[in-house]
């Protein structure tokens, strides 16, 4: 064959693959004309490989990608698109590139077992190495089970459409986008396609392409909402939050806890509220959102009004999670901030950065309930009324001793300021802190309660 007519077979075979739908999907994620392709001639049992792999810019931001292509065998995994994979790892351990997963297969290559076994646990391997180092983002657009719901559950965040399904059952039972939130596996479900790949988009742009690089930049954008007193923590950020920006996380999963990505005067940050009891889900989501911010130096921004935690082994977890992590950490007490939530996520032991309270907030390191009986008990000998004068010793010890500006006067927070001033604070706190470096003891990691 001549050069001329090999040079148009290719062609030819560029074209049928550009048609299937894993290529749209891969294309679509990145910016106009940039993706390039790794291994795009790749062949697997006489076919081209069931994925697409390659890399490019994601608004302005490079990253690397792959994408199980279902219009070839179904997307089902092989020897071939394991190595393709492989190569995405591999590019981006080099380059220190996000890593982006977009799933979409019915298994496995029966043919290939022993084979199977080995290209998975590679799979798996680079996945979890890369864990902290890159930010890693699953996309599920259509069936992933099995090991591959491992692979993809392991990402730091996990996208869905209303196709997807993402279960470690082969038959793809609880695997729904609405039974993956529940479950905390989930972060973002949206309805369609072309959602979930702008969420993606929308991720890659807000996240440091490793854990040496800084938090994006971005210019300011003024709040789409004024300040409102009494208003739930949800409305509280998008009064602080640059207009359109903040991102949730896990809203189907923990309660109590709102967690997500914003921007604060142009800063890229993570975003964190407690509320009421923090349930086990609730601790567990928290302190997975610090661990994955702190990894790349995402600053935490942490909104406190709290009664008290669920269960002692996930308030341990979430503990961990604060003091450990070396990221600027900065803490609102908007509400109540007392005993181990204050000491956990908000004084010394969360190793805060930072933390200011409202005026009508409640610091204290006993429960208001606790320590006003305990300390003034005397003062109920004789009453004719003890229930209803304990409630007002309750009342009494929360705006004097357990006040805002007592603990301001103690030490146990740096600032006392007016809610609408929130805003301007926050963006001042993140100025100061961007060059914060701390260095740790040497260790391979935590054992913390899991």
Same mark, same amino acid.
């Given at each position: 064959?001549?050069?001329?007519?090999?040079?148009?077979?290719?062609?030819?075979?560029?074209?049928?693959?550009?048609?299937?739908?894993?290529?749209?999907?891969?294309?679509?994620?990145?910016?106009e004309g940039t993706f390039v392709e790794i291994d795009a001639l790749a062949k697997s049992g006489g076919d081209f490989a069931e994925a697409v792999a390659g890399y490019g810019s994601i608004k302005g931001c490079p990253a690397c990608a792959f994408s199980q292509n279902s219009d070839i065998a179904g997307g089902a995994m092989s020897k071939a698109q394991a190595s393709k994979i492989k190569k995405v790892y591999q590019f981006a351990v080099k380059t220190g590139v996000p890593v982006i997963g977009i799933y979409d297969s019915i298994g496995a290559r029966?043919?290939?077992?022993?084979?199977?076994?080995?290209?998975?646990?590679?799979?798996?391997?680079?996945?979890?190495?890369?864990?902290?180092?890159?930010?890693?983002?699953?996309?599920?657009?259509?069936?992933?089970?099995?090991?591959?719901?491992?692979?993809?559950?392991?990402?730091?965040?996990?996208?869905?459409?209303?196709?997807?399904?993402?279960?470690?059952?082969?038959?793809?039972?609880?695997?729904?986008?609405?039974?993956?939130e529940k479950l905390g596996v989930c972060h973002v479900a949206v309805k369609d396609e072309p959602q979930a790949?702008?969420?993606?988009?929308?991720?890659?742009?807000?996240?440091?392409?490793?854990?040496?690089?800084?938090?994006?930049?971005?210019?300011?954008?003024?709040?789409?909402?004024? #300040?409102?007193?009494?208003?739930? %923590?949800?409305?509280?950020? =998008?009064? +602080?939050? @640059?207009?359109?920006?903040?991102? &949730?996380?896990?809203?189907?999963?923990?309660?109590?806890?709102?967690?997500?990505?914003?921007?604060?005067g142009g800063t890229a940050a993570g975003v964190s509220c407690l509320s009421g009891i923090i349930d086990p889900d609730s601790c567990s989501k928290a302190a997975r959102f610090v661990?994955?911010?702190?990894?790349?130096?995402?600053?935490?921004?942490?909104?406190?009004?709290?009664e008290k935690f669920g269960t002692l082994r996930e308030?341990?977890?979430?503990?961990?999670?604060?003091?450990?992590?070396?990221?600027?950490?900065?803490t609102v007490v908007t509400g109540s901030a007392c005993g181990p939530v204050y000491i956990a996520a908000v004084g010394r032991g969360a190793n805060s950065d930072y933390t200011f309270a409202w005026p009508d907030a409640v610091v204290s390191a006993l429960a208001p309930e606790t320590a006003a009986v #305990?300390?003034?008990?005397?003062? %109920?000998?004789?009453?004719? =009324?003890? +229930?209803? @004068?304990?409630?007002?010793?309750? &009342?009494?010890y929360k705006t004097t001793r357990a006040s805002a500006e007592a603990a301001a006067a103690s030490g146990m927070i740096e600032d006392v300021v007016e809610p609408e001033q929130t805003r301007v604070r926050l963006s001042a706190c993140l100025d100061m802190l961007a060059g914060k470096r701390v260095s740790s003891l040497p260790k391979k990691h935590a054992d913390i309660q899991l």
């Amino acid at each position: 064959m001549s050069n001329v007519g090999q040079a148009a077979g290719l062609q030819k075979a560029r074209d049928k693959v550009r048609e299937t739908v894993g290529y749209r999907r891969i294309a679509s994620l990145f910016d106009e004309g940039t993706f390039v392709e790794i291994d795009a001639l790749a062949k697997s049992g006489g076919d081209f490989a069931e994925a697409v792999a390659g890399y490019g810019s994601i608004k302005g931001c490079p990253a690397c990608a792959f994408s199980q292509n279902s219009d070839i065998a179904g997307g089902a995994m092989s020897k071939a698109q394991a190595s393709k994979i492989k190569k995405v790892y591999q590019f981006a351990v080099k380059t220190g590139v996000p890593v982006i997963g977009i799933y979409d297969s019915i298994g496995a290559r029966v043919d290939e077992d022993a084979d199977m076994l080995s290209a998975y646990g590679e799979i798996l391997l680079g996945a979890n190495s890369l864990s902290g180092v890159v930010p890693q983002i699953s996309l599920i657009l259509g069936p992933c089970t099995g090991t591959s719901a491992m692979i993809a559950a392991g990402a730091d965040i996990v996208v869905m459409s209303g196709k997807g399904e993402l279960t470690v059952a082969t038959d793809g039972q609880g695997g729904s986008p609405e039974e993956a939130e529940k479950l905390g596996v989930c972060h973002v479900a949206v309805k369609d396609e072309p959602q979930a790949i702008e969420t993606v988009r929308r991720l890659v742009e807000m996240l440091p392409s490793n854990n040496v690089s800084s938090a994006p930049l971005f210019d300011e954008v003024q709040p789409g909402a004024k #300040f409102r007193k009494g208003a739930s %923590l949800r409305k509280l950020i =998008d009064y +602080v939050c @640059d207009g359109g920006s903040f991102l &949730e996380l896990g809203e189907k999963f923990g309660q109590s806890t709102v967690t997500g990505l914003a921007r604060i005067g142009g800063t890229a940050a993570g975003v964190s509220c407690l509320s009421g009891i923090i349930d086990p889900d609730s601790c567990s989501k928290a302190a997975r959102f610090v661990r994955f911010c702190d990894s790349f130096s995402i600053p935490v921004i942490t909104f406190v009004d709290a009664e008290k935690f669920g269960t002692l082994r996930e308030a341990s977890k979430l503990s961990n999670a604060y003091s450990e992590a070396t990221t600027a950490k900065v803490t609102v007490v908007t509400g109540s901030a007392c005993g181990p939530v204050y000491i956990a996520a908000v004084g010394r032991g969360a190793n805060s950065d930072y933390t200011f309270a409202w005026p009508d907030a409640v610091v204290s390191a006993l429960a208001p309930e606790t320590a006003a009986v #305990f300390l003034w008990n005397d003062r %109920l000998k004789g009453s004719a =009324d003890p +229930v209803g @004068d304990r409630a007002k010793l309750i &009342e009494e010890y929360k705006t004097t001793r357990a006040s805002a500006e007592a603990a301001a006067a103690s030490g146990m927070i740096e600032d006392v300021v007016e809610p609408e001033q929130t805003r301007v604070r926050l963006s001042a706190c993140l100025d100061m802190l961007a060059g914060k470096r701390v260095s740790s003891l040497p260790k391979k990691h935590a054992d913390i309660q899991l």
